[in-house]
């Protein structure tokens, strides 16, 4: 499967957030990392592109509520109410968000969720017969302890690159082939520990069929 991340920071360079996600699927060969800003829309090559990958991700910080302008152009620009070619392909979205989560809620400083406040998008692509996903929200990167930050780095390597949605053995199997990439010492535990509850899981479920 292959996915097309769209960058809409004005400054991907100087957000450490971004810089961190890049490098997060940096070995992922299937995920296409493709920054706007300073760059020219060719319709036409922007058009290929979305038609050459099965998952389209919108990566952007909250503006007022909304994408930044550069995003908001790049959609009024490539996207046409005749684009059946993307019809089947999945939608997401990695909102880069400044304050902290629990503000996005009823009765929180915000007042409504992330998914309430990204409905435009939801919008987006159902009319264009999308499969919308549920959209990746991250709050106050900078604040993050190292081990939210492995977290996270986890979390996005699996919203871009794996099969949605999974059942809890593909999931297994998925963590087990995508840290193998990325592996260190550190984290060869966790997928040795992963590994061996998947062969107790698979051993279980030939002796349920036996029981059958």
């Not at 991340?5 to 450490?16: D, F, M, Q, R």
């Not at 952007?60 to 994408?67: D, N, T, V």
């Not at 550069?70 to 019809?87: A, C, G, N, P, R």
């Not at 959209?135 to 949605?164: C, G, R």
Request: glycine residues 4%; proline residues 4%; charged residues 25%.
């Amino acid at each position: 499967m292959k996915t097309l991340v769209v960058i809409g920071h004005p400054k991907p360079n100087e957000s450490h957030v971004n810089v961190f996600l890049k490098e997060s699927v940096a070995q992922i060969e299937e995920v296409i990392w493709h920054v706007l800003a300073n760059r020219q829309i060719d319709v036409e090559q922007e058009r290929a592109l979305l038609k050459s990958v099965d998952r389209i991700i919108l990566q952007f910080p909250i503006y007022w509520y909304s994408c930044p302008s550069l995003l908001k152009e790049w959609i009024d620009t490539v996207f046409s109410f005749q684009m059946h070619e993307l019809e089947g392909k999945e939608f997401g979205i990695v909102a880069l968000m400044g304050g902290a989560q629990k503000q996005y809620q009823a009765g929180g400083k915000e007042m409504y969720t992330v998914s309430e406040m990204l409905r435009p998008f939801e919008m987006l692509a159902r009319h264009l017969k999308m499969t919308y996903l549920p959209p990746l929200s991250i709050h106050q990167f900078s604040y993050m302890s190292e081990q939210e930050k492995q977290a996270l780095l986890v979390e996005y390597m699996h919203y871009t690159s794996a099969i949605y949605p999974m059942t809890f053995q593909e999931q297994g199997k998925w963590y087990v082939h995508t840290l193998k990439k990325i592996v260190h010492e550190e984290i060869q535990t966790v997928i040795d520990v992963i590994e061996h509850n998947q062969e107790e899981l698979e051993e279980l479920q030939e002796l349920l069929k036996e029981m059958m």
